[in-house]
């Protein structure tokens, strides 16, 4: 057996489990043998993006796991990164120009 997590989150709640899965298990096998799907209604754990600690993995059912890999679940992005960016930056001037020079 090899002792690995899975890992998910949202903005209210974050989930790692640890747990052991038999050798030559892929990720997505995993993932459904943690059972983490039973926390978080509505995710589809058989077609959600996988990753190893913070790296996108292309065929998840074909990456075997490893001892001591932390397997995470990934959600659709809310906001296009660059839009996310250009959002910051302009309430980040919007309060520079608010403030009281002194």
Do not use: C, W
Request: no cysteine; hydrophobic share 40%.
């Amino acid at each position: 057996m090899i002792e690995i997590e899975v890992a998910y989150a949202t903005p209210e709640q974050q989930l790692v489990l640890a747990l052991s899965v038999p050798e030559h298990t892929d990720l997505r096998s995993a993932v459904l043998l943690s059972g983490i799907a039973k926390t978080f209604p509505g995710l589809n754990v058989s077609i959600a993006p996988l990753g190893l600690f913070g790296r996108k993995v292309a065929q998840p059912e074909a990456q075997l796991v490893a001892a001591g890999d932390r397997i995470e679940i990934y959600r659709p992005l809310t906001i296009d990164p660059k839009q996310a960016r250009l959002n910051r930056a302009a309430k980040t001037k919007g309060e520079k120009a608010q403030s009281p020079k002194g």
